[in-house]
Nanobody, 130 residues
């Protein structure tokens, strides 16, 4: 059974850092494009970042560019989202999602769209507050 499990969420002060993990089981991530999404209360889910199977290509939403970094360790079957200089507006439930790499366009045309991805984790809460 293909499964994604996010972890690492929590409470952090503005300006702080947090790293999220997305562990895959039931499949190997080597051939999948991975996206991170978030959903704040009362808002639609939005794409944050996405990464190619090799990790050589990444794409970030403008709202997080320069602050968030996405990486992957295929040997551990895990993808990461390192978040720095966090703002209160980063508060949201963060989700990772996976789709066959051939269907994910890393130049940004579809990698931030929910409908691109078939497989989703259950989400982890990130709260940025003083």
């Amino acid at each position: 059974q293909l499964q994604l499990v996010e972890s690492g969420g929590g409470l952090v002060q503005p300006g702080g850092s947090l790293s999220l993990s997305c562990a895959a089981s039931g499949f190997t991530v080597d051939y999948y494009g991975i996206g991170w999404f978030r959903q704040a209360p009362g808002k639609e889910r939005e794409g944050v970042s996405c990464i190619s199977p090799s990790g050589g290509m990444r794409n970030y939403a403008d709202s997080v560019k320069g602050r968030f970094t996405m990486s992957r360790d295929n040997a551990k079957n895990t993808v990461y989202l390192h978040m720095n200089r966090l703002k209160t507006e980063d508060t949201a439930v963060y989700y990772c999602a996976a789709e066959s790499a051939s269907a994910v366009d890393l130049d940004g045309s579809n990698c931030h769209l929910e409908q691109t991805y078939e497989y989703w984790g259950q989400g982890t809460q990130v709260t940025v507050s003083s």
